[in-house]
Nanobody, 126 residues
Framework: QVQLVESGGGSVQAGGSLRLSCVVSVHTYSMYCMGWFRQPPGKKREGVAT???????SYAYSVTGRFTISQDNAKNTLYLKMNSLKADDNAIYSC????????????????????WGQGTQVTVSS
């Protein structure tokens, strides 16, 4: 059973930055696809960004150019650097992962991911 633990959420003013971290209980290189997802208040979960084991990334249109997903295989950690935050970015952010043979297929709503973290709140004030 893969365990994931997020951290780094918090409150920030619009235009500010945050970096989320997700520590994975297994080698991140064994995960064929990892991603960040978010659920805004009163809305459905949406995909934010994904990264495959070779480092190829995909982003939701709404965060392209502002957010960067990355992974550190030596630390078994997934990151999401968020710049130029907007009120629309208010949400609970969760990381997820899946292993062989499920490679990334762009950014989805996460229904195809089996392992999830507990989530971390990001609040952006305008």
């Amino acid at each position: 059973q893969v365990q994931l633990v997020e951290s780094g959420g918090g409150s920030v003013q619009a235009g500010g930055s945050l970096r989320l971290s997700c520590v994975v209980s297994v080698h991140t290189y064994s995960m064929y696809c990892m991603g960040w997802f978010r659920q805004p208040p009163g809305k459905k979960r949406e995909g934010v960004a994904t990264i495959d084991r070779d480092g190829s990334t995909s982003y939701a249109y709404s965060v392209t150019g502002r957010f960067t997903i990355s992974q550190d295989n030596a630390k078994n950690t997934l990151y999401l650097k968020m710049n130029s935050l907007k009120a629309d970015d208010n949400a609970i952010y969760s990381c997820a992962a899946r292993g062989w043979p499920y490679v990334c297929r762009g950014v989805t709503d996460g229904a195809d991911f089996a392992s999830w973290g507990q989530g971390t709140q990001v609040t952006v004030s305008s």
